[in-house]
């Protein structure tokens, strides 16, 4: 597929954030060229002015020098929550790498979410950030599942920045997200994973807006066995499977001798030996509650 990209100008990249994990979000791109199918971010169709499938486009953005970078210090930046940071245009247009150089020696922190391992490329100039994370979408160890349903990098090559980034100190997140019922086998991923990350974070699949009756014609074509399950969960708002998860999730780590948690900040733990296991699940009901909290603080 060829990328349509287009070159904009922005007042600023960084923007004030609601989600409970950061101070600021930045996204040094609009759109994404991994065009997952199940990417909630393709909302954002609706204020960008486009009318191309998502991941056929990606703007690049350009904003002015930021100025007295040093106010930020203590904040946290969440780079990627609407587009990966690490996509492939990153590679040529360098925007994230422009955005750590402005805001190195600032002393704020960083969060960076990401399924590539371009960001190996900038390990030297993250790991000078206080407190600096870096987070990987990891949700099958199937590359034919992985390739059905995005176009980022390979699951191996995204276990192997994961274990780059721990090796070099700086804290990492193996994020099994999205959790497709009866598809996703989380205990072979944490398996995987427990030896190279700090945390472990699990978030359930959420269908809405347009691609909830893509992946569920896919799950009907594909996976004819799970329809009705896929059917139950995300047309008649059944939560039993999640709740069953859940239950099966505390036993696992129990027996592996893993911290579990459920909708627990996280991220401010002090490292530990073992990773900590997190549980997102109806992080519908988890998002506003964490508002509330970081309102009131």
């Not at 990328?3 to 930045?26: E, G, H, M, Q, R």
């Amino acid at each position: 597929m060829k990328i349509i990209i287009k070159d904009i100008k922005v007042k600023s990249i960084l923007t004030k954030s609601n989600l409970p994990v950061a101070d600021y979000s930045v996204n040094p791109y609009v759109g994404c060229e991994h065009e997952c199918k199940y990417c909630y971010a393709s909302f954002m169709k609706r204020f960008t002015n486009h009318s191309e499938p998502w991941g056929s486009f990606v703007d690049i953005k350009h904003w002015p020098d930021i100025k007295n970078p040093e106010k930020y210090k203590g904040k946290e930046l969440f780079l990627g929550s609407v587009c990966d940071p690490y996509q492939p245009a990153e590679e040529k247009y360098m925007r994230t790498r422009a955005l750590l150089e402005q805001m190195q020696g600032s002393g704020c922190s960083l969060s960076i979410a990401t399924k590539s391992d371009l960001v190996l490329r900038d390990l030297d100039i993250i790991k000078t950030f206080p407190n600096a994370r870096v987070s990987w979408s990891i949700n099958t160890l199937d590359e034919n599942f992985k390739n059905d349903m995005d176009r980022a990098v390979s699951i191996e090559r995204r276990f192997n920045a994961m274990k780059a980034f721990y090796d070099a100190g700086i804290r990492t997140t193996c994020f099994i997200s999205p959790i497709f019922p009866e598809i996703t086998d989380v205990p072979s991923i944490i398996q995987k994973a427990k030896n190279q990350c700090n945390l472990i974070w699990l978030e359930n699949l959420n269908l809405r807006g347009d691609y909830k009756f893509v992946i569920l014609k896919y799950i009907a074509e594909k996976y004819p066995e799970l329809k009705s399950l896929y059917q139950d969960i995300y047309m008649k708002g059944d939560r039993s499977y999640w709740a069953k998860l859940d239950a099966e999730m505390k036993d696992f780590c129990e027996k592996e001798n893993l911290l579990y948690v459920r909708n627990d900040d996280s991220i401010k733990r002090p490292f530990h030996e073992k990773p900590i296991v997190v549980n997102y699940f109806f992080h519908e009901e988890i998002i506003p509650s964490a508002k509330n909290k970081k309102a009131a603080e």
